[in-house]
C-alpha cells in the first residue's frame, strides 16, 4: 500500500539531529504517571474510548501514589552494572523484578488503591480475579508481562500487573547514573530489556528536535536518529504513515523491511503528547496501519486486549 492510499505522508519538520545528544534520559516517577493521568483524562471527553481512557486515568493516578510510597528495588553493585554495560547487556534486566519482593508489594497496594475507583463491570472482575492471586499466581503474573507473553484470555487481569511493574521498574531505573547504559540491540530499552512503546521527537529546554524511544517498562528513553526503523535499524524503506484529516502530530513509522511499525509523536508541534496515554488514543492509526500489513512493534500494556 503506498502512503497515498488513505494516509498521509509525514513532512520534513525542521528536526536538526544534535552533534551529541545524550544517548539516555532517565524516568522521573515522582512527576510521570501524574502527568500521565491528566493526558489520559485531557484525551477521554468525547472520545470512542472514554470509559477505558477514564479507567487508565484513574489507573495512572493510583501509580503516581504508589510512585511516592514504594520504595524502589536495590540495584545490583556498581562493578555489575559496569560489567552489563559493557558487554552491550540491559544494566537491570527487567526479568529480574518477577521475584522481586517490592513488585509484590507494589502489585498489592494497587488492588487497594484501585479497589476505590468506580469501574465498568468486566474492569471490576478483573481486578478482582487479581486480587485473589495469590504469591505463585502473581509471579507468573509478573513473568507473563515481562517476556511479552500475556494470555489473551487474562489480558485484563494483567493490565493490573503491568501497572505496578511499570512504577517499581520507574523508579529502579531512576536510580541509574545515566551516563552508564550503553546501547544495546535496535528495539530494546538499555536500562532494562524491554521493548519500547513509542517514539517522540522532543522540544526540551535543553534539547529539541532529537528523536528518543521510550522504553514500555522503565520509562526510560534513548535517542534514535529518525527515518530508521525502530525495530530492525534499516534505513530502508522508511514511510511515515497518518490517518487524513487527523492531526498529524502522531504517525506511524512503518519498515519496508521488517514490515513493522512503531509510531512516532511531534512534541514539537504538541508538547502535551504522552507517549503512552497518547499512543492508546491513537489506537485508530494502529487498526489501519495493521490492516495494510504492518506488524506492530511497540508494546503497551492497556492496548493488549485490542
Known amino acids: 500500500m503506498s502512503e497515498d492510499q488513505g494516509f498521509a505522508t509525514f513532512e520534513d519538520v525542521g528536526i536538526a539531529e544534535r552533534d551529541k545528544p545524550p544517548f539516555l534520559r532517565l524516568p522521573e516517577p515522582r512527576s510521570l504517571f501524574g502527568l500521565r493521568a491528566m493526558r489520559f483524562n485531557a484525551l477521554a471527553s468525547g472520545h470512542q474510548l472514554e470509559p477505558y481512557l477514564r479507567l487508565l486515568a484513574a489507573l495512572s493516578q493510583a501509580q503516581d501514589k504508589l510512585a511516592g510510597e514504594v520504595d524502589p528495588p536495590s540495584l545490583p553493585s556498581l562493578d555489575e552494572q559496569r560489567r552489563r554495560a559493557a558487554k552491550a547487556m540491559p544494566?537491570?534486566?527487567?526479568?529480574?523484578?518477577?521475584?522481586?519482593?517490592?513488585?509484590?508489594?507494589?502489585?498489592?497496594?494497587?488492588?487497594?488503591?484501585?479497589?476505590?475507583?468506580?469501574?465498568?463491570?468486566?474492569?471490576?472482575?478483573?481486578?478482582?480475579?487479581?486480587?485473589?492471586?495469590?504469591?505463585?499466581?502473581?509471579?507468573?503474573?509478573?513473568?507473563?508481562?515481562?517476556?511479552d507473553a500475556v494470555p489473551a484470555e487474562t489480558v485484563a487481569d494483567h493490565i493490573f500487573a503491568a501497572a505496578a511493574l511499570q512504577v517499581v521498574a520507574a523508579k529502579r531505573t531512576a536510580g541509574l547514573?545515566?551516563?552508564?547504559?550503553?546501547?544495546?540491540?535496535?528495539?530494546?530499552?538499555?536500562?532494562?530489556?524491554?521493548?519500547p512503546v513509542t517514539s517522540a521527537v522532543i522540544a526540551t529546554v535543553d534539547i529539541d528536535g532529537v528523536r528518543y524511544v521510550q522504553c514500555s517498562l522503565c520509562a526510560a528513553q534513548w535517542n534514535h536518529v529518525r527515518v530508521k526503523c525502530v525495530s530492525?535499524?534499516?534505513?530502508?524503506?522508511?514511510?511515515?504513515q497518518a490517518i487524513e484529516g487527523i492531526a498529524d502530530t502522531i504517525k506511524a513509522e512503518t519498515c519496508d523491511?521488517?514490515?513493522?511499525?512503531?509510531?512516532?509523536?511531534?512534541?514539537?508541534?504538541?508538547?502535551?503528547?504522552?507517549?503512552?496515554?497518547?499512543?492508546?488514543?491513537?489506537l485508530g492509526l494502529d487498526i489501519l496501519v495493521s490492516e495494510a500489513g504492518w506488524r506492530r512493534a511497540g508494546v503497551n500494556p492497556f492496548l493488549l486486549g485490542y
Open 91 to 147: 544494566v537491570l534486566p527487567r526479568e529480574e523484578l518477577a521475584e522481586d519482593e517490592s513488585a509484590a508489594a507494589c502489585f498489592v497496594r494497587l488492588m487497594e488503591l484501585m479497589d476505590e475507583v468506580a469501574m465498568p463491570e468486566l474492569a471490576r472482575e478483573a481486578l478482582g480475579r487479581a486480587r485473589a492471586s495469590d504469591e505463585e499466581a502473581r509471579r507468573v503474573m509478573f513473568a507473563a508481562v515481562l517476556s
Open 177 to 195: 547514573d545515566a551516563l552508564l547504559p550503553q546501547p544495546v540491540a535496535d528495539g530494546v530499552c538499555p536500562c532494562c530489556g524491554g521493548p
Open 232 to 240: 530492525c535499524g534499516s534505513t530502508k524503506g522508511i514511510h511515515y
Open 257 to 282: 523491511e521488517c514490515r513493522t511499525y512503531v509510531k512516532i509523536l511531534n512534541q514539537r508541534k504538541d508538547p502535551e503528547l504522552e507517549p503512552v496515554a497518547d499512543d492508546v488514543a491513537s
